[in-house]
């Protein structure tokens, strides 16, 4: 089964810095990937997801932009964070054509 | 479009109680439907999920069984422990294929009490 890595669990950026979060992903190939986001109190929101290397979709306009530059990473970027960017951000994938998707631990983002 | 509405939290029981979480749907056509569980400063865990209609997921002595007449995928527990605290999600997924999208109700915290 896959197991999905993180980085970084926790990060404080000043507003207008930018952001790099990684998620990797082991024992699986060519994953569907995903990036959720998860406001302070409130759901989860899809934001970008990736069914291949270089294929990136994006679900909602936003400050962020996402990468994917190798089948097993896929990387959340931003050029200058917003106040409005804090929150709990999980990388999920799925296999092949299955419908479940498995999180990984997430990364706890806080704007100041 | 299509939704997912839980009831809100916080619920709020002692040890041993009864637990039922309320989740309906809006979807067209027949989307599996999942209930993750997400632990304190954790990420998401797939708790059971169901495919299709009358079919009962379970995990964990949680259950909850798809309901096509009402739409609605409720999770229940027959004793909860101080464990079981934490948030619960109910979720449908839509697409096929490539594309394969997860819809979230808001989330239902659970605080269990001994």
């Known amino acids: 089964s896959q197991t999905i890595h993180q980085w970084p669990a926790t990060l404080v950026q000043p507003v207008g810095s930018p952001l790099s979060l990684e998620c990797t992903v082991e024992?699986?190939?060519?994953?569907?990937l995903y990036w959720y986001r998860q406001a302070a109190g409130r759901g989860l929101q899809l934001l970008f997801y990736s069914v291949g290397i270089g294929q990136i979709s994006s679900e909602v306009p936003q400050n962020l932009s996402a990468s994917r530059p190798q089948d097993r990473q896929f990387i959340l970027s931003s050029k200058k964070l917003l106040l409005s960017d804090s929150g709990f951000y999980l990388c999920?994938?799925?296999?092949?054509?299955?419908?479940?998707?498995?999180f990984g631990p997430g990364t706890r983002l806080t704007v100041l | 479009g299509d939704s997912v509405t839980q009831m809100e939290g916080p619920v709020t029981l002692s040890e041993e109680a009864f637990l039922t979480i309320n989740c309906t749907y809006t979807a067209t056509g027949y989307p599996s439907l999942f209930w993750y569980v997400q632990y304190p400063g954790e990420g998401l865990q797939l708790l059971l999920k169901?495919?299709?209609?009358?079919d009962k997921g379970s995990n964990k002595g949680f259950e909850a069984t798809y309901r096509k007449e009402t739409t609605s995928f409720h999770l229940e527990k027959g004793s909860v422990q101080v464990s079981d605290s934490a948030v619960y999600f109910c979720?449908?997924?839509?697409?096929?294929?490539?594309?394969?999208?997860?819809?979230f109700g808001a989330g239902t915290r659970l605080a269990v009490h001994p």
């Open positions: 999920a994938c799925r296999q092949g054509r299955k419908d479940t998707q498995y």
């Open positions: 979720a449908l997924i839509i697409g096929a294929g490539g594309y394969n999208k997860l819809i």
């Open positions: 024992g699986t190939s060519n994953p569907n």
């Open positions: 169901a495919t299709k209609a009358d």
